[in-house]
Antibody
Framework: EVHLVESGGGLVNPGGSLRLSCAAS????????MNWVRHAPGKGLEWVSS????????YYADSVKGRFTISRDNAKNSLYLQMNSLRAEDTAVYYC????????????????WGQGTLVTVSS | DIQMTQSPSTLSASVGDRVTITCRAS??????LAWYQQKPGKAPKLLIY???SLESGVPSRFSGSGSGTEFTLTISSLQPDDFATYYC????????FGQGTKVEVK
Protein backbone atom coordinates (compact mmCIF):
# COMPACT_ATOMS: atom_id res chain seq x y z
CA GLU A 1 0.00 0.00 0.00
CA VAL A 2 1.27 3.44 -0.95
CA HIS A 3 2.09 5.57 2.07
CA LEU A 4 3.18 9.22 2.06
CA VAL A 5 3.90 10.94 5.36
CA GLU A 6 4.73 14.64 5.52
CA SER A 7 6.54 16.37 8.37
CA GLY A 8 8.22 19.67 9.12
CA GLY A 9 5.24 22.00 9.19
CA GLY A 10 4.70 24.58 11.91
CA LEU A 11 4.49 28.27 12.79
CA VAL A 12 7.08 30.57 11.23
CA ASN A 13 7.52 34.34 11.06
CA PRO A 14 7.13 36.19 7.76
CA GLY A 15 10.46 36.10 5.95
CA GLY A 16 11.46 32.90 7.70
CA SER A 17 12.29 29.46 6.35
CA LEU A 18 10.97 25.95 6.77
CA ARG A 19 11.86 22.57 5.29
CA LEU A 20 9.15 20.01 4.64
CA SER A 21 9.89 16.32 4.28
CA CYS A 22 7.88 13.43 2.89
CA ALA A 23 8.65 9.79 3.65
CA ALA A 24 7.39 7.41 0.98
CA SER A 25 6.76 3.67 1.22
CA UNK A 26 4.83 0.91 -0.49
CA UNK A 27 6.05 1.61 -4.02
CA UNK A 28 9.24 2.06 -6.03
CA UNK A 29 9.86 5.70 -5.13
CA UNK A 30 12.72 6.14 -7.61
CA UNK A 31 10.38 5.42 -10.56
CA UNK A 32 7.84 8.17 -9.91
CA UNK A 33 7.72 11.92 -10.28
CA MET A 34 6.61 13.60 -7.06
CA ASN A 35 4.83 16.84 -6.28
CA TRP A 36 3.83 19.29 -3.59
CA VAL A 37 0.27 20.67 -3.61
CA ARG A 38 -1.09 23.10 -1.02
CA HIS A 39 -4.51 24.02 0.29
CA ALA A 40 -4.86 27.42 1.91
CA PRO A 41 -7.67 27.94 4.45
CA GLY A 42 -10.94 28.69 2.70
CA LYS A 43 -9.37 28.44 -0.74
CA GLY A 44 -8.90 25.84 -3.46
CA LEU A 45 -6.03 23.52 -4.19
CA GLU A 46 -2.83 24.93 -5.65
CA TRP A 47 -0.06 22.93 -7.32
CA VAL A 48 3.30 24.12 -5.94
CA SER A 49 6.15 22.11 -7.45
CA SER A 50 7.09 18.90 -9.26
CA UNK A 51 10.26 16.84 -9.59
CA UNK A 52 10.84 13.95 -11.99
CA UNK A 53 12.09 10.55 -10.87
CA UNK A 54 15.79 11.34 -11.38
CA UNK A 55 15.47 15.07 -10.58
CA UNK A 56 16.09 15.91 -14.25
CA UNK A 57 12.91 17.94 -14.61
CA UNK A 58 11.82 20.40 -11.93
CA TYR A 59 8.87 22.79 -12.14
CA TYR A 60 7.49 25.51 -9.88
CA ALA A 61 4.33 27.57 -9.70
CA ASP A 62 4.99 31.26 -10.36
CA SER A 63 3.82 32.07 -6.82
CA VAL A 64 6.79 30.21 -5.27
CA LYS A 65 9.47 30.41 -7.97
CA GLY A 66 12.75 31.73 -6.55
CA ARG A 67 11.66 31.11 -2.95
CA PHE A 68 10.95 27.36 -2.77
CA THR A 69 13.24 24.47 -3.77
CA ILE A 70 12.06 20.91 -4.32
CA SER A 71 14.46 17.99 -4.02
CA ARG A 72 14.47 14.25 -3.44
CA ASP A 73 16.71 11.49 -2.15
CA ASN A 74 15.83 8.22 -3.85
CA ALA A 75 18.15 6.25 -1.55
CA LYS A 76 16.06 7.45 1.40
CA ASN A 77 12.67 7.33 -0.37
CA SER A 78 12.20 10.96 0.59
CA LEU A 79 10.90 14.17 -0.95
CA TYR A 80 11.68 17.66 0.36
CA LEU A 81 10.50 21.24 0.00
CA GLN A 82 12.78 24.03 1.20
CA MET A 83 10.68 27.14 1.71
CA ASN A 84 12.44 30.51 2.11
CA SER A 85 11.19 34.10 2.34
CA LEU A 86 7.84 32.85 3.58
CA ARG A 87 4.79 35.09 3.31
CA ALA A 88 1.39 35.07 4.99
CA GLU A 89 -0.13 33.84 1.75
CA ASP A 90 2.00 30.69 1.96
CA THR A 91 -0.09 29.58 4.95
CA ALA A 92 -1.65 26.26 3.94
CA VAL A 93 -1.73 22.51 4.37
CA TYR A 94 1.04 21.11 2.19
CA TYR A 95 0.49 17.71 0.60
CA CYS A 96 3.12 15.32 -0.73
CA UNK A 97 1.61 13.81 -3.88
CA UNK A 98 2.63 11.00 -6.23
CA UNK A 99 2.39 11.44 -9.98
CA UNK A 100 -0.07 9.03 -11.55
CA UNK A 101 1.97 8.17 -14.60
CA UNK A 102 5.33 6.48 -14.88
CA UNK A 103 7.71 7.37 -16.38
CA UNK A 104 6.96 11.07 -16.64
CA UNK A 105 8.85 14.14 -17.84
CA UNK A 106 5.86 16.44 -17.40
CA UNK A 107 3.26 16.91 -14.70
CA UNK A 108 0.36 14.47 -14.68
CA UNK A 109 -2.62 13.66 -12.54
CA UNK A 110 -2.02 12.83 -8.88
CA UNK A 111 -2.98 9.36 -7.70
CA UNK A 112 -1.80 9.20 -4.09
CA TRP A 113 -1.72 11.96 -1.47
CA GLY A 114 -0.24 12.21 2.01
CA GLN A 115 -2.29 13.47 4.96
CA GLY A 116 -0.69 16.91 4.77
CA THR A 117 1.34 19.14 7.09
CA LEU A 118 0.19 22.61 8.15
CA VAL A 119 2.42 25.61 7.57
CA THR A 120 1.38 28.84 9.27
CA VAL A 121 3.21 32.07 8.44
CA SER A 122 2.41 34.71 11.03
CA SER A 123 4.08 37.04 13.48
CA ASP B 1 -1.17 30.32 -17.51
CA ILE B 2 -4.22 28.11 -18.03
CA GLN B 3 -7.19 29.08 -15.86
CA MET B 4 -9.81 26.54 -14.81
CA THR B 5 -13.34 27.65 -13.97
CA GLN B 6 -15.80 25.32 -12.28
CA SER B 7 -19.56 25.75 -12.07
CA PRO B 8 -21.52 25.87 -9.97
CA SER B 9 -19.52 26.83 -6.87
CA THR B 10 -22.13 25.18 -4.66
CA LEU B 11 -24.70 22.57 -5.59
CA SER B 12 -27.58 21.48 -3.36
CA ALA B 13 -28.81 17.97 -4.05
CA SER B 14 -30.58 14.98 -2.55
CA VAL B 15 -29.61 11.33 -2.34
CA GLY B 16 -30.47 9.67 -5.64
CA ASP B 17 -30.13 12.85 -7.72
CA ARG B 18 -28.11 12.98 -10.91
CA VAL B 19 -25.41 15.62 -10.41
CA THR B 20 -23.32 17.36 -13.06
CA ILE B 21 -20.35 19.65 -12.46
CA THR B 22 -18.72 21.63 -15.28
CA CYS B 23 -15.10 22.66 -15.67
CA ARG B 24 -13.94 25.08 -18.38
CA ALA B 25 -10.33 25.72 -19.40
CA SER B 26 -9.12 29.10 -20.68
CA UNK B 27 -7.48 27.31 -23.63
CA UNK B 28 -7.52 23.81 -25.06
CA UNK B 29 -6.07 21.16 -22.78
CA UNK B 30 -6.96 18.22 -25.06
CA UNK B 31 -8.09 15.55 -22.57
CA UNK B 32 -5.50 16.25 -19.88
CA LEU B 33 -8.01 16.71 -17.09
CA ALA B 34 -8.56 14.98 -13.76
CA TRP B 35 -11.29 15.15 -11.11
CA TYR B 36 -10.84 14.84 -7.35
CA GLN B 37 -13.13 14.52 -4.35
CA GLN B 38 -12.15 16.13 -1.05
CA LYS B 39 -13.85 15.89 2.33
CA PRO B 40 -13.16 18.29 5.22
CA GLY B 41 -9.82 17.62 6.91
CA LYS B 42 -8.90 14.91 4.41
CA ALA B 43 -6.60 14.70 1.40
CA PRO B 44 -8.15 14.81 -2.06
CA LYS B 45 -8.96 11.51 -3.75
CA LEU B 46 -8.49 10.90 -7.47
CA LEU B 47 -11.73 9.97 -9.26
CA ILE B 48 -11.15 10.47 -12.99
CA TYR B 49 -8.06 11.05 -15.14
CA UNK B 50 -7.59 11.79 -18.84
CA UNK B 51 -11.08 13.31 -18.85
CA UNK B 52 -13.00 10.02 -18.72
CA SER B 53 -10.82 7.23 -17.28
CA LEU B 54 -12.16 5.94 -13.97
CA GLU B 55 -9.51 5.44 -11.29
CA SER B 56 -9.35 1.93 -9.87
CA GLY B 57 -11.72 1.41 -6.96
CA VAL B 58 -13.90 4.43 -7.73
CA PRO B 59 -17.63 3.59 -8.02
CA SER B 60 -19.04 3.46 -11.52
CA ARG B 61 -21.67 6.11 -10.67
CA PHE B 62 -18.86 8.63 -11.28
CA SER B 63 -18.13 9.46 -14.91
CA GLY B 64 -16.27 12.15 -16.80
CA SER B 65 -16.54 13.54 -20.30
CA GLY B 66 -15.30 16.33 -22.52
CA SER B 67 -12.27 17.50 -24.44
CA GLY B 68 -10.65 20.75 -25.48
CA THR B 69 -11.99 23.39 -23.12
CA GLU B 70 -15.20 21.98 -21.64
CA PHE B 71 -15.50 19.02 -19.28
CA THR B 72 -18.12 17.50 -17.00
CA LEU B 73 -18.15 15.25 -13.98
CA THR B 74 -21.40 13.35 -13.50
CA ILE B 75 -22.59 11.40 -10.49
CA SER B 76 -25.43 9.25 -11.80
CA SER B 77 -27.16 8.67 -8.45
CA LEU B 78 -25.84 10.69 -5.53
CA GLN B 79 -25.01 8.63 -2.44
CA PRO B 80 -24.62 9.86 1.17
CA ASP B 81 -20.83 9.42 0.93
CA ASP B 82 -20.67 11.74 -2.09
CA PHE B 83 -21.36 15.00 -0.25
CA ALA B 84 -17.97 16.68 -0.59
CA THR B 85 -16.05 19.26 -2.60
CA TYR B 86 -14.96 18.36 -6.12
CA TYR B 87 -11.99 19.84 -7.99
CA CYS B 88 -10.91 19.61 -11.59
CA UNK B 89 -7.20 19.76 -12.50
CA UNK B 90 -5.57 20.43 -15.86
CA UNK B 91 -2.15 18.92 -16.57
CA UNK B 92 -1.67 19.96 -20.17
CA UNK B 93 0.68 22.80 -19.21
CA UNK B 94 2.09 22.61 -15.70
CA UNK B 95 -0.98 22.15 -13.47
CA UNK B 96 -3.92 24.22 -12.36
CA PHE B 97 -6.96 23.36 -10.26
CA GLY B 98 -10.45 24.74 -10.50
CA GLN B 99 -11.81 26.64 -7.49
CA GLY B 100 -13.96 23.71 -6.38
CA THR B 101 -17.64 22.75 -6.30
CA LYS B 102 -19.21 21.93 -2.96
CA VAL B 103 -22.01 19.36 -3.15
CA GLU B 104 -24.23 19.88 -0.13
CA VAL B 105 -27.43 18.37 1.23
CA LYS B 106 -30.58 19.99 -0.15
Amino acid sequence: EVHLVESGGGLVNPGGSLRLSCAASGFTFSSYSMNWVRHAPGKGLEWVSSISSTSTYIYYADSVKGRFTISRDNAKNSLYLQMNSLRAEDTAVYYCVRDGKVPAASINYFDHWGQGTLVTVSS
Amino acid sequence: DIQMTQSPSTLSASVGDRVTITCRASQSINRWLAWYQQKPGKAPKLLIYKASSLESGVPSRFSGSGSGTEFTLTISSLQPDDFATYYCQQYDSYSTFGQGTKVEVK
